[in-house]
């Protein structure tokens, strides 16, 4: 067995999980994963993407609060991701940026083929475009918090996996804060080659991998109380 397909069949099988739990809107058509089947999912995940934020909950709470940030009410949350959510696939439309709702959470898949050369953690000129579309909406919804992850496939050894995953986060990060998103709601992790979303024996697999993901997590009032 390959060092990653264990966690592929992991993978997979929350995969289907999720198509399982999918419900449809009947007004935008869009698909999402059902609230019920959040919990499952993340015990699956071992917590990724649905679990704490980077660096913890109260460290980055602690400086969204003195960014002066403020949070939002908890009967309003809902709506406004629903708000954001629409800005963020009107404003990426035409790219290869994929939205995912994740009960009150967005993450943004975006291949690493768009952003970055091989074995480089520069961001690509054609990329900062995208880029530009996403900070926009970041910085008009403020109320949130952003995790950047970085990820590999698995060709190469796994330091250098993880090495390079953790530079493009930060070279997303830090091009984000250039566009007006500010760094107090920023945090960065590099996964390597431990979070694939394909497998790792094909080409077109091991392109899916290479990847970088943006999670947005709403800002709650109780956060910051």
Known sequence: MTKSRGLFAAMAGVSLLATAACTTDPETGERRVSKTAIGGIGGALGGYLLGDLVGGRRDRTEKIIGAGIGGIAG???????????????????????????QGDDLLLNIPSGINFATNSATVEPRFRETLD???????DYGQTY???YGHTDSTGSDDYNQGLSQRRAVSVADYLSTRGVQPARIATRGFGETQPIETNE???GRSANRRVEIKIVPVSQNDTM
């Open 75 to 101: 009967a309003g949350i809902g709506a406004y991701m629903d708000k954001q959510e629409r800005e963020m696939r009107a404003r990426t439309a035409g790219t290869d940026v994929q939205v995912v709702r």
């Open 133 to 139: 579309r996403v900070a926009s909406v970041l910085s």
């Open 146 to 148: 952003i995790d950047v």
């Open 202 to 204: 094909t080409e077109a």
